[in-house]
């Protein structure tokens, strides 16, 4: 599992459900939109810090963002 890649789409489809551009998803979670973006594109990891503040702006639980939906789907089956 790539958890940058898990993390970064995890990040793109909570912030697009809730209807948020890059740009007001920063400004919610006290970051940079060049920041979210990089995120996104997998360009960049984060600290801790950042992750939490991405989860609350998100208004969901922090695991949320490294659950890779893919296996967790497999797993089910």
Known sequence: MDIVKVFAN??????TERGLSQEA???????HRTYISA???EKRSIDLDNVQKIADAL??????????????EREEQ
């Open 59 to 72: 208004n969901i639980d922090t695991y949320l963002l490294f659950i890779d939906k893919r296996i967790s």
């Open 25 to 31: 998803f920063a400004e919610k979670a006290g970051l």
């Open 39 to 41: 995120i996104e594109r």
């Open 10 to 15: 995890n990040v793109k489809k909570y912030r």
